[in-house]
């Protein structure tokens, strides 16, 4: 049974910083993407990090420049780490997972408020 599993949210103040980290458990074909979500209240899941199995990395426009996205292939293991947080990065936070048959697995999700 294949599990996501996020974990390293919580409550910030403007310009603190959190990392996320995102756990793929069972057996998954090769992995080609590594992603992080944002669901604001209210609104829909928008991208905000990539990384592909070649370790290429994409940001939405909100994050470019303050978060970072890494991976431990050898752990199934995502990160992200969010510098110079902004009210406007509150919300929920995903991981999903595509491998290379397109499937793609998601996890329950973890809450980022920043507020002072």
């Known amino acids: 049974q294949v599990q996501v599993m996020e974990s390293g949210g919580g409550l910030v103040k403007p310009g603190g910083s959190l990392r996320l980290s995102c756990v793929l458990s069972g057996s998954v074909s090769t992995i080609y993407f590594m992603d992080w979500y944002r669901q604001p209240p209210g609104k829909e899941r928008q991208l905000v990090a990539r990384?592909?199995?070649?370790?290429?990395?994409s940001y939405g426009d909100s994050s470019e420049g303050r978060f970072t996205i890494s991976r431990n292939s050898a752990l199934n293991t995502v990160y992200l780490q969010m510098n110079d947080l902004e009210p406007d990065d509150t919300g929920v936070y995903y991981c999903?997972?595509?491998?290379?048959?397109?499937?793609?697995?998601w996890g329950q999700g973890t809450q980022v408020t920043v507020s002072s």
């Open positions: 990384i592909s199995n070649g370790g290429t990395t």
């Open positions: 999903k997972i595509t491998d290379r048959w397109a499937d793609s697995y």
